[in-house]
Structure formats: C-alpha cells, structure tokens
C-alpha cells in the first residue's frame, strides 16, 4: 500500500479545505470512509494496519454480500475487481474515494438485470419437464462463481427449475393445509368428529442474535432491523411463473431503491468485518435501530408496520401509544403517502418499509400526517394526523413465570422462570435498566416462595456489559464477575458492588447456541462460582470480545455535513472467565446438555469468518459460592433416562440427523416425484409426530383431569399487584402491550399442544431442577471473599 505524506504547504490547503463547508449539504462519503479506515487502525483491538491484506478481505467480503450465492457474478467478473482493487482498496479509501463502491455496486446491479431478463426469456421458452436425475447445490456461498456466461446461463436453469418446483410443491402443500382447515372448520361447527391436528413444522432460529440486530443485506433479504413481511394473498393466486418472475422483478427493485448511503453502508461493513465478525459500520438509521433495540422505546405514533407491495399495512398498534390515544388508525389499513406537519404529502408507494419507517418516526410532540386506504373501505382513503411521542416496547422487557407442578410429577414444586431476551439499557439517560427489571420480578418470584430459580437466556444475543454484571451480582456475593484484555495485553476486570446476593436459593441457567456476548458472560461467571447449573444446548454461541461504539462524525472536520456519518462498533477488548478461560469461539459448555437441533447448524462464532482466536489468562480468585460440585454425574444420568424414554427428545435425535445428512450433501434433486416422494414423506413423518403428541397430550389431561400445572405470569406492569395472572387470564396482548391482528393460522400458545402444556426443553429444566433439589444438600455460601491484591485497572462499561 502506498502511503502518502502531505508537505507543510500541502498540509495548510488540505487543512483549510476540510474546515470549508461543502457547496453541497450532504454528507462526503469519502470523508466518512477514511475516517472509518483510520478509526479501525486506531481503536481495533487487533492493531491491524488498513493494508493489502485488509484491501483483499474486504474486496472478499463486498462480493459475497452483494452475491452471496454466486450466482449474479461470474469468474471473469471477479478476476476483474482483483486485478484492479485486491490490494489498492486502502489507498481508494484512505484518498476518500468511494468510487470503487459505486462502480462495482453498478455492475452488480447490471448483472442482476441481465439475470431477470433472461429469467423472462427462459421462462417463456424454456419448457421445464422437472423429470431429469440432475441435482442443485443448496448452499453456494463457498461455491466458485460461474466461469462464464454459458456456465451461468447452465447454472440458471437449473435455479429456475428448482424455484419452480419450489412453488408448485407449495401449492400443494397449500391446498392440503388449505383443505385441512375446512375439515377442521367444519368439524369444529358441526361439533363431531376429532380431527388431526394441523402440521405446523417448528423451524429454528439459525440467525446471530447478537447484542446489535442484523444489518441489511445488498440484495434486499429480510435480514434487517425493520421486519418486512411478506404478503401472500395475492401471490397465491399467480401461477409458479409468475410467482418466480414477480420475486425476481422485487429483487431489482430493492436493489434500484439503494442509493449512495446504501452503497457505502455496504461498502464500509465489508471493511468492518475484515477485523473481526462483530466490528461493525452503522448507518444513522442502524444506529438508531440499534438504540431502540437496547432502549426497548422510540419516538413515533406506536405502530407495527409490515411491507406490502404498493406501501406499508399496519399490522399492530402498541396500547397506549400515540396512535392507539388518537384512535383513528386501524389494524390492516394501508399507509400510502405521509407528510411531515403541514408540508405536502410524499407518495410511499413502492418505497421501502424503512424509508417509510423515517418519515413516520420524529421527535417527540411534533405532527406526522398519515394518509391511508381504510381496512374498511379499500375504495377511499382518509387523512390522520398524529402527534409523535415516546412509545414503550414491552415485547422485550424481561419477564417471568411462576410454575407450580402437578401432583403427578411428584411433590409440588413452585418454580421461578425469568425470561430474558437481551441485555437493555439506556446508556445515555439509564432510565431502562435490564437489573432493575429483573430484580423486581425476582423479589416477586421470593415473595410466592419459589423452591428454585430458572433463568432463561436462550436467544438472548447480549447486550450492556454493565447490565450483565449487576444482573450476576443478584445472585452471588461481592467479587469478580469478567475479564478483559486490551491490544496491549492490559487484563482488568469488573466486581459486582453488592453485599450478598438478592436470591441464594437454587438456580438453573438456560442457555442455547444463540445465547451469546453478555449471556455468556453471566453463565460464565455463575457456573465458575458454582452458583448456578448450566442447562441447554451442548454451548452457547462462542462470542468473547467487548464492543463499544464510536460516532463517526467526531472525528470528522467541525464545519463538514455529519448528519449521515453514521456509528462504528468496534472491539476493543477479549473478555474472560474468572477461571481464566475464555468464551471465545468455545462458547460456556452445559454441566446439562439436552438434545437441540441447533448443535448440528452451522451457527456460532466458529462458523463466522475472521474470528479471533481463543486464549486463556491466569484466574483471578474469588470465593466459591457453594464447597462442594454439583451432583452432575447424577443429574445427567437421570436426564440420560429421561430423553431415551421421551419421544419429543427423540424426534429431535432423529430430525437432528437428517438434517446432519442433508446439511452435508448440499444437494436437492430437481426431480418432481424424488422432491414430492420427500415431501410427503417428511409430512407423514410430521403429521405421525403430531399425532402422537396430541395423544400423549389427551392421555395426561385425562390422568390429571385439573390438577396440572398452575402457570402465573408477571410482567413489569402488574409485578407489584397484590393478585397473580394465572394463564387463563393471560394474553398476547399483555405481554407485547400491542394489539395485533389476528390471523387464521393464529395458534395461540404454542406450549399447549405438548403434555401438561409445556414444551420439552422447559418440561426437562423443571425436572432438573426438582433432581438437583432431590440430589443436593443446601448450597453453603463459601468464607469471605479471598485476597484480590492482583494489580489492575477496572475497564469501562462497553
């Protein structure tokens, strides 16, 4: 890499230059690209220069998000971006030239095009007999792109003949889940005959749910921070061509929408991500997503907005919010024009769902004019004027559960069960606080005398380091809880401040592949104390670095246009167990694995690129909350006898397994009567598990005829009312504080399918806990912290 020095004379225009504003009001790109180059440099916690080898992986990883699946670009293509930007991409940046972005993006755009059109072409030419032994890769993103224009044209009949096969097995599908319904409608109002219950296949979550939510990708995925769902009532209606067709002709237009924010959003997460996984570029409107995400509240009128094709449907309305207090706005009325106060209205339609998003978001106690179709009356359209207002996302908030088991089960056992989905807080006015929260519902859960304590972080990607360490020292004495350790091999740590613990009692972890960041700092650090058991998938997700976030525009020129800097998360330091140890990579491993689907994904910090290597550090000492181990031979033997003999567990051996076998194949027949014999084999195979369920569901409600499990539920609004919810008395609404609209495939809670009403994971932790009660003496709470001398600064908060 070249590098350039400015002589002095060179240095005073250049400095001059920057403090000029622009002719132009908007942001330089440019400038903001160089100074998030220079910014990793200087904050990453590798050190590492922006040089060739840093060119070449963000080059690497610019192509792979624009083509994921190497199916738009071709060999050539590619050769040719290397030649001319493989290791000259830090000398384009670092001169604030963007324009490698915006020539590749181009490109990219230009070959998406050329791929419809001959999409088009191939399928009214084309005649697709779906009767060949040929086969399709799956996954293509380690696949090399195709050599040339034949190769690709080859390759794409191939993804048509598999989208189209695709959705004509959909259809059928449909119309058997179609015809289900109208059986189960009709037996339903006749009042007669059971019916089998309807096949509703449980997918899993393969997504990083880290303490951040996903960035957008460049070729318009649902894979951002607004939820764009999909509507499908007039897609059903279309034939398998026009289907294909109609979501390619979406996937140019998503990728017309993008302008030159989005390019070098892409541009400059490509670059992030060459230092670590989790090192980040955040566009203004990431970041504010991002603050909403660890706030749980934003500005706006309060509603859940879905996409659709000509604009955005209201699909929930948050209760008490802006919107619901005016009253006019309905669910499923369609948002086509806003205006912001009394300036005109600007047309929504065909934009997307995020744009739409900004506009109707603002500042507090300003008006946002709302022109819509009416759920009521698609023919006209009415105007409503709202005032915006801090709105509550309650969703999110922790909350919790008091089980009390049946008689059936053995003695009765009152159990706590927490609920926690991330790590939140107000970092800027700490007026949300994830400890606050959960203490209150703690002391609830002591109050109604729990005989033990489950604390769920299953899918809870993280969030507030702070947060993590006062959630800990709810459960254990003053003393160390984490690690750290800087680019210059600085190891500090961080203490939980207070006395003695708020709850002492028996404590489980729940943790899965996608509890991650400060999840693992938490089990981590109750597991080494020997305070709580770890129960759950085989490992947490693996992530072990520390993140803080850096506005971009302070280190921008003071008279330069800022307004679209955007943030940069970056690490800066490896966290570590008290023990030594490290998460990184390995993750915080069970003392009690349970069957998971999620332990045969390619998911985890292990399966991300450019992840930093595992480490350990000396210990620090701290005092062991209980003398002696957990009985956990013990225990794991009894749960070795309980999933041998549990069919739900079982299921998931099995399901586990094929999919093991077709995650390694990588391939999917182009055959219609290969594609529908699997079909229908998988469905029998569903429908024969479902079955069974609802038969061991209907054998113990009869055994237990009342006496099953009692569930109340607590959440930050009625924590302190004198009187229990009891499931009964519960709904959605309550614990979303938003009323959404109802669908027809609304299966209410999902648990009540499985015997006593309780999913097995949850079921399994609650005969856990009753082992590790049966097994265990009471825990003693160890002398008084020992020496903590070891020299050393405590870190900041991320």
Same mark, same amino acid.
Request: glycine share 6%; proline share 5%; hydrophobic share 35%.
């Given at each position: ?51 060739? !080898? ?72 084309? !005649?697709?007999?779906?009767? /060949? ?37 959909? *259809? ?31 997918? $899993? ?50 990728? *017309? ?75 499923? =009325? ?24 900004? &506009? ?30 801090? $709105? ?71 969030? %507030? ?73 085989? %490992? ?87 003398? *002696? ?26 399901? %586990? ?62 924590? =302190? !009312? ?11 609404? &309550?614990? /979303? ?56 600064? !405590?870190?900041?908060?991320?």
């Amino acid at each position: 890499m070249t590098r350039f020095l400015l002589t002095p004379v060179a240095a005073a225009a250049s400095a001059l230059a920057l403090l000029l504003p622009s002719a132009q009001a908007e942001t330089n790109f440019g400038q903001v690209a160089m100074h998030v180059a220079y910014m990793l440099q200087n904050h990453h916690y590798s050190k590492q220069d922006f040089d060739d !080898k840093v060119s070449g992986e963000m080059l690497h990883n610019y192509l792979n998000m624009l083509d994921f699946k190497h199916i738009f670009f071709t060999e050539q293509d590619v050769a040719g971006f290397k030649d001319k930007y493989e290791t000259t991409l830090d000398d384009h940046v670092l001169m604030r030239n963007i324009s490698p972005a915006i020539e590749i993006y181009d490109i990219y755009k230009e070959r998406v095009k050329e791929r419809v059109d001959f999409l088009k072409k191939a399928l009214e030419g084309n !005649k697709f007999s779906f009767d /060949s032994k040929g086969t399709i890769e799956i996954k293509r993103d380690k696949a090399p792109w195709p050599k040339d224009k034949a190769a690709q044209d080859k390759l794409w009949i191939e993804i048509i003949e598999d989208n189209l096969l695709a959705e004509r097995i959909a *259809d059928e599908t449909r119309a058997r889940d179609e015809k289900k319904k109208a059986e189960k409608a009709a037996a339903k109002k006749a009042g007669t005959a059971e019916v089998k219950p309807e096949v509703k296949t449980d997918g $899993v979550t393969t997504e990083r749910k880290i303490i951040e939510a996903p960035k957008p990708t460049a070729d318009g995925d649902v894979d951002n921070k607004v939820v764009v769902k999909k509507d499908t009532k007039d897609d059903k209606d279309l034939t398998p061509k026009e289907r294909v067709l109609k979501d390619y002709q979406r996937l140019l237009e998503s990728i *017309d929408e993008n302008d030159t924010k989005d390019v070098v959003n892409f541009f400059l997460s490509s670059l992030a991500t060459a230092y670590d996984p989790h090192t980040e570029y955040m566009s203004t409107d990431e970041s504010d997503n991002f603050k909403i995400h660890m706030q749980h509240k934003l500005v706006g009128i309060g509603a859940l907005l879905g996409q659709k094709d000509d604009g955005a449907e209201i699909q929930g309305i948050v209760v008490g919010g802006p919107a619901d207090k005016q009253g006019e706005l309905k669910l499923n =009325d369609r948002i086509i024009a806003v205006a912001q106060g009394d300036e005109e209205f600007v047309d929504v339609k065909y934009l997307k769902l995020q744009k739409i998003v900004d &506009m109707i978001r603002g500042e507090k106690n300003t008006t946002v004019r709302i022109k819509i179709v009416p759920a009521d009356d698609p023919s006209g359209n009415r105007i409503i004027a709202i005032a915006r207002d801090e $709105v509550p996302l309650k969703e999110k908030l922790a909350n919790a559960e008091l089980l009390v088991t049946p008689p059936d089960l053995g003695k009765t056992l009152k159990v706590g069960w927490i609920n926690l989905s991330n790590f939140y807080a107000d970092m800027e006015n700490n007026t949300v606080s994830t400890s606050v929260d959960v203490e209150r519902l703690l002391r609830r859960l002591m109050k109604e005398k729990i005989d033990g304590l489950v604390l769920d972080l299953r899918d809870n990607g993280g969030g %507030s380091l702070d947060e993590a360490i006062k959630l800990t020292g709810l459960f254990i004495p003053a003393g160390p809880v984490v690690q750290a350790k800087d680019w210059r091999g600085s190891i500090t740590w961080r203490d939980c401040e207070n006395e003695k613990p708020v709850y002492d009692g028996p404590m489980i972890v729940l943790i899965n592949k996608a509890s991650a960041s400060a999840s693992e700092i938490l089990a981590a650090a109750l597991q080494d104390y020997r305070r709580a058991l770890i129960v759950g998938d085989k %490992s947490s997700f693996g992530k072990g670095t520390v993140q803080t976030i850096l506005p971009v525009e302070r280190y921008m020129p003071f008279f330069s246009d800022k307004k679209g800097a955007g943030d940069l998360k970056v690490t800066i330091q490896k966290f570590y167990r008290i023990a030594g140890g490290s998460t990184q990579l390995k993750g915080v491993e069970s003392d009690v694995p349970l069957p998971s689907i999620r332990d045969v994904l390619d998911i985890g910090e292990s399966a991300a690129e450019n992840p930093l290597p595992y480490d350990t550090i000396p210990p620090r000492k701290y005092p062991l909350f209980r003398k *002696d181990p957990f009985p956990i031979d013990e225990i794991n033997a009894r749960v070795k006898s309980r999933v041998a003999a549990n069919p739900e567990f079982q299921n998931v051996v099995e399901e %586990s397994k094929r999919l093991k076998e077709k995650i390694d194949k990588n391939t999917v027949s182009l055959n219609l009567q290969e594609r529908e014999k699997e079909r229908l084999d998988t469905e029998a195979r569903r429908d024969k598990q479902v079955e069974d369920r609802a038969k061991r569901a209907k054998d113990v409600a009869e055994r237990i005829k009342d006496n099953g499990f009692k569930t109340y539920h607590l959440t930050l609004d009625n924590v =302190d !009312k004198p009187d229990l919810v009891p499931e009964s008395a519960f709904s959605k609404e &309550m614990n /979303s504080g938003m009323r959404t609209a109802s669908k027809d495939d609304d299966s209410g809670n999902d648990e009540a399918k499985f015997p006593y009403g309780i999913e097995p994971v949850k079921l399994e932790t609650i005969h856990v806990m009753r082992d590790l009660l049966e097994l265990d003496h009471k825990p003693t709470t160890a002398a008084k912290s020992e020496d903590k001398s070891q020299t050393g600064t !405590k870190p900041q908060a991320q």
